[in-house]
């Protein structure tokens, strides 16, 4: 034995650690008891030379939160320190000489006395566990039974588990304490008088009076008059599907009943407590009546809810007119809860007013119905709190009246193609119509079917030329049930042409239902500059231009017709254009008494002029591009010689079309 003479604790706790390290290398070598590389010794395992240190806990279990203290230690063990979650690495260099500690975490820990004297230089060791019990709630469950009665299920964990007995106190005076061995199986208890309570559940340690666990609480419970459960509303989903919402008491489950053919109410074996609504399969085609009984948590049946009946609506369509009916409402009715009125509707929105006599079982609609409509109807019936309605029923309108005339058809013509407004008839209608329209070409051969349109007022004969002549029109209406309105009467559009060189002309065919028209307009558009004039014509159905007027060789025509009543139908645009005029004489006398001394042409919309003279030898004797200006007989300064020449004349009118004219002229002096 090597006897090391240290002074102080620490120098001696640090030999006995590196005393207590090689005799541990020396242990692995050897094939004794290995502690993990790495790993320092556990000194309360192996304490190696130390000698016994020692001290007394005041308890040696203790609660979380409750201070644990150390209350004696040996006089022959001094400079003492601790470490109250020795984790069994060594000795730590973080130790206190504080001799309480409180642990904040249920478990068992290790306290580590460091220390010296004992009677050697080797310094002291003491070690000592304590268990650390948790004080956190128990978790439990409180079910309310229709007798009064409350059953609470507890569930135990890691840290509930670990108390000796729980006490329960029911609220209302009552506690009762429960070993652990039975505190899971169910507790009751009955309370003797309506009223609200709270259920508290607290641990217990039989050893430890200084503990205060955590106590749990109930939500509160209510034992009042036991509430009727309540269906709020019965809705018929389809032919074969009832939909069910109602309320219950907190707590509370019912089963839903459904009466049978003889009349017997039969459980269907579905429960719930209100958050989900039932959904029935049954023939919801007829009615039927459900009542819902309460089933509490102890498996009793309770108190029935009133009975609550579907509701059936037929429909049936007659001529502007559609029937409803239904069977009265079956479900309970009493002074408390009446009956208060059905409502019915129409596509989604409500008609008539409400029917508060519970026998009422039919109504007649009768407004506006129209022929090929869908009408889709529901009944809702309140009795008391509780909604009833039915699934939606359809029928699809009927109507015998046959389309009225119409009131007026025009067509006119736009991009060159006839247009045709229709103002529909007044009686016979519906809100979908289809209007077919027959044509003819000008006055001759029978009517053929070139369109239709659906629900539009408008039709526009992409098929027709209207430059190429006047095309006539009648209309059909045909309503939702495929009744159809006498054809309209012809109308026709105004086709304008030119049926000379000096004039235009067109179709005196109205294209107004209402009667003829009553005055024309002529519409004059410049084909040169785009400028646009009117000219009223009255009731002609021809207009000349003035031919003299230079300015009209070229001009673009439209006729505006208006009715007697203001309306307006237009013609096909049409293009009048006049060759150029030129005037040539056959011969002249340049004999110098001032007539006809000079060979002068004269024109009309000539806007380019070139004339040549030329000899019996084909020699050019004379040029001008001067419209105005003529040959006065001469050839270079003197007289030609009597006899024939001839000529050339090259024109360009304003619209820019070329005219060249040869001819003789016999010069006479």
Same mark, same amino acid.
């Given at each position: 034995?090597?006897?090391?003479?240290?002074?102080?604790?620490?120098?001696?706790?640090?030999?006995?650690?590196?005393?207590?390290?090689?005799?541990?290398?020396?242990?692995?070598?050897?094939?004794?008891?290995?502690?993990?590389?790495? =790993?320092?010794?556990?000194?309360?395992?192996?304490?190696?030379?130390?000698?016994?240190?020692?001290?007394?806990?005041?308890?040696?279990?203790?609660?979380?939160?409750?201070?644990?203290?150390?209350?004696?230690?040996?006089?022959?063990?001094?400079?003492?320190?601790?470490?109250?979650?020795?984790?069994?690495?060594?000795?730590?260099?973080?130790?206190?000489?504080?001799?309480?500690?409180?642990?904040?975490?249920?478990?068992?820990?290790?306290?580590?006395?460091?220390?010296?004297?004992?009677?050697?230089?080797?310094?002291?060791?003491?070690?000592?566990?304590?268990?650390?019990?948790?004080?956190?709630?128990?978790?439990?469950?409180?079910?309310?039974?229709?007798?009064?009665?409350?059953?609470?299920?507890?569930?135990?964990?890691?840290?509930?588990?670990?108390?000796?007995?729980?006490?329960?106190?029911?609220?209302?005076?009552?506690?009762?304490?429960?070993?652990?061995?039975?505190?899971?199986?169910?507790?009751?208890?009955?309370?003797?008088?309506?009223?609200?309570?709270?259920?508290?559940?607290?641990?217990?340690?039989?050893?430890?009076?200084?503990?205060?666990?955590?106590?749990?609480?109930?939500?509160?419970?209510?034992?009042?008059?036991?509430?009727?459960?309540?269906?709020?509303?019965?809705?018929?989903?389809?032919?074969?599907?009832?939909?069910?919402?109602?309320?219950?008491?907190?707590?509370?489950?019912?089963?839903?009943?459904?009466?049978?053919?003889?009349?017997?109410?039969?459980?269907?074996?579905?429960?719930?407590?209100?958050?989900?609504?039932?959904?029935?399969?049954?023939?919801?085609?007829?009615?039927?009546?459900?009542?819902?009984?309460?089933?509490?948590?102890?498996?009793?049946?309770?108190?029935?809810?009133?009975?609550?009946?579907?509701?059936?609506?037929?429909?049936?369509?007659?001529?502007?007119?559609?029937?409803?009916?239904?069977?009265?409402?079956?479900?309970?009715?009493?002074?408390?809860?009446?009956?208060?009125?059905?409502?019915?509707?129409?596509?989604?929105?409500?008609?008539?007013?409400?029917?508060?006599?519970?026998?009422?079982?039919?109504?007649?609609?009768?407004?506006?119905?129209?022929?090929?409509?869908?009408?889709?109807?529901?009944?809702?019936?309140?009795?008391?709190?509780?909604?009833?309605?039915?699934?939606?029923?359809?029928?699809? @309108?009927?109507?015998?009246?046959?389309?009225?005339?119409?009131?007026?058809?025009?067509?006119?013509?736009?991009?060159?193609?006839?247009?045709?407004?229709?103002?529909?008839?007044?009686?016979?209608?519906?809100?979908?119509?289809?209007?077919?329209?027959?044509?003819?070409? @000008?006055?001759?051969?029978?009517?053929?079917?070139?369109?239709?349109?659906?629900?539009?007022?408008?039709?526009?004969?992409?098929?027709?030329?209207?430059?190429?002549?006047?095309?006539?029109?009648?209309?059909?209406?045909?309503?939702?049930?495929?009744?159809?309105?006498?054809?309209?009467?012809?109308?026709?559009?105004?086709?304008?042409?030119?049926?000379?060189?000096?004039?235009?002309?067109?179709?005196?065919?109205?294209?107004?239902?209402?009667?003829?028209?009553?005055?024309?307009?002529?519409?004059?558009?410049?084909?040169?500059?785009?400028?646009?004039?009117?000219?009223?014509?009255?009731?002609?159905?021809?207009?000349?231009?003035?031919?003299?007027?230079?300015?009209?060789?070229?001009?673009?025509?439209?006729?505006?017709?208006?009715?007697?009543?203001?309306?307006?139908?237009?013609?096909?645009?049409?293009?009048?254009?006049?060759?150029?005029?030129?005037?040539?004489?056959?011969?002249?006398?340049?004999?110098?008494?001032?007539?006809?001394?000079?060979?002068?042409?004269?024109?009309?919309?000539?806007?380019?002029?070139?004339?040549?003279?030329?000899?019996?030898?084909?020699?050019?004797?004379?040029?001008?591009?001067?419209?105005? =200006? @003529?040959?006065?007989?001469?050839?270079?300064?003197?007289?030609?010689?009597?006899?024939?020449?001839?000529?050339?004349?090259?024109?360009?009118?304003?619209?820019?079309?070329?005219?060249?004219?040869?001819?003789?002229?016999?010069?006479?002096?």
């Amino acid at each position: 034995m090597i006897r090391l003479w240290l002074t102080g604790v620490e120098a001696t706790v640090h030999t006995i650690y590196w005393f207590l390290a090689v005799l541990s290398g020396f242990m692995c070598l050897s094939g004794s008891s290995l502690a993990q590389v790495g =790993q320092e010794p556990n000194v309360c395992v192996n304490p190696g030379g130390a000698a016994q240190g020692g001290f007394s806990l005041d308890k040696a279990s203790v609660c979380v939160g409750t201070p644990i203290q150390i209350v004696s230690v040996p006089a022959t063990v001094a400079n003492v320190a601790y470490t109250y979650e020795y984790d069994g690495n060594g000795i730590p260099a973080n130790r206190t000489a504080a001799t309480t500690y409180t642990y904040t975490k249920p478990g068992s820990y290790t306290i580590l006395q460091v220390g010296s004297g004992g009677g050697q230089a080797t310094g002291t060791i003491a070690c000592k566990t304590v268990t650390v019990l948790p004080t956190g709630p128990v978790s439990f469950s409180v079910r309310t039974c229709s007798d009064r009665r409350a059953v609470v299920d507890v569930t135990l964990d890691e840290n509930s588990n670990k108390y000796d007995s729980y006490i329960i106190d029911w609220g209302d005076g009552n506690r009762q304490e429960r070993p652990r061995s039975s505190i899971t199986t169910q507790q009751t208890h009955t309370y003797l008088n309506p009223g609200t309570y709270t259920v508290i559940i607290t641990g217990r340690y039989a050893a430890l009076t200084d503990c205060t666990p955590v106590p749990a609480r109930s939500a509160p419970i209510n034992f009042a008059t036991t509430a009727q459960p309540l269906i709020t509303r019965l809705t018929t989903v389809s032919d074969n599907s009832i939909s069910i919402q109602y309320q219950v008491s907190s707590g509370t489950t019912v089963e839903l009943y459904q009466k049978d053919a003889s009349g017997v109410y039969a459980p269907t074996g579905q429960n719930g407590n209100g958050s989900t609504p039932f959904t029935v399969q049954t023939n919801a085609k007829e009615v039927q009546c459900f009542q819902l009984v309460a089933q509490d948590a102890c498996n009793s049946a309770g108190v029935r809810s009133d009975e609550v009946c579907s509701l059936v609506l037929n429909a049936q369509a007659a001529s502007k007119q559609n029937n409803l009916s239904w069977q009265p409402y079956a479900g309970t009715v009493t002074t408390i809860r009446p009956f208060r009125s059905y409502r019915l509707t129409r596509n989604g929105a409500p008609i008539g007013g409400l029917l508060t006599s519970r026998s009422a079982s039919s109504y007649v609609d009768n407004n506006r119905i129209e022929c090929g409509v869908a009408y889709c109807y529901t009944i809702e019936a309140s009795a008391g709190p509780t909604t009833i309605t039915s699934a939606p029923v359809c029928v699809t @309108g009927i109507n015998g009246d046959v389309p009225g005339e119409f009131r007026n058809v025009t067509v006119s013509v736009e991009n060159n193609q006839p247009r045709l407004v229709v103002s529909l008839p007044v009686s016979g209608t519906s809100a979908s119509y289809t209007l077919v329209v027959n044509r003819t070409d @000008g006055q001759s051969g029978g009517m053929q079917t070139v369109g239709s349109v659906v629900n539009r007022n408008t039709f526009v004969d992409e098929s027709a030329n209207a430059s190429a002549g006047s095309y006539c029109y009648e209309v059909t209406y045909r309503n939702n049930c495929g009744l159809t309105s006498p054809p309209s009467k012809p109308v026709c559009t105004v086709h304008l042409a030119s049926n000379s060189s000096a004039s235009i002309d067109w179709t005196a065919n109205s294209p107004f239902l209402t009667g003829p028209v009553a005055n024309y307009t002529v519409e004059v558009i410049d084909s040169l500059n785009g400028t646009k004039r009117e000219i009223p014509v009255s009731g002609n159905t021809r207009y000349e231009p003035d031919q003299n007027d230079p300015n009209l060789q070229s001009q673009r025509y439209r006729i505006i017709a208006v009715s007697s009543g203001g309306l307006v139908s237009y013609s096909n645009f049409f293009t009048l254009r006049r060759e150029a005029r030129i005037l040539v004489p056959d011969a002249f006398t340049p004999n110098g008494d001032g007539t006809n001394d000079t060979f002068v042409v004269k024109g009309l919309f000539v806007d380019q002029f070139r004339m040549t003279i030329y000899d019996r030898w084909g020699s050019v004797i004379y040029s001008t591009t001067d419209k105005n =200006q @003529g040959w006065d007989g001469t050839v270079n300064g003197q007289q030609a010689a009597a006899g024939q020449y001839m000529y050339q004349i090259e024109v360009q009118d304003l619209t820019g079309q070329k005219t060249v004219r040869p001819g003789a002229l016999l010069l006479i002096r």
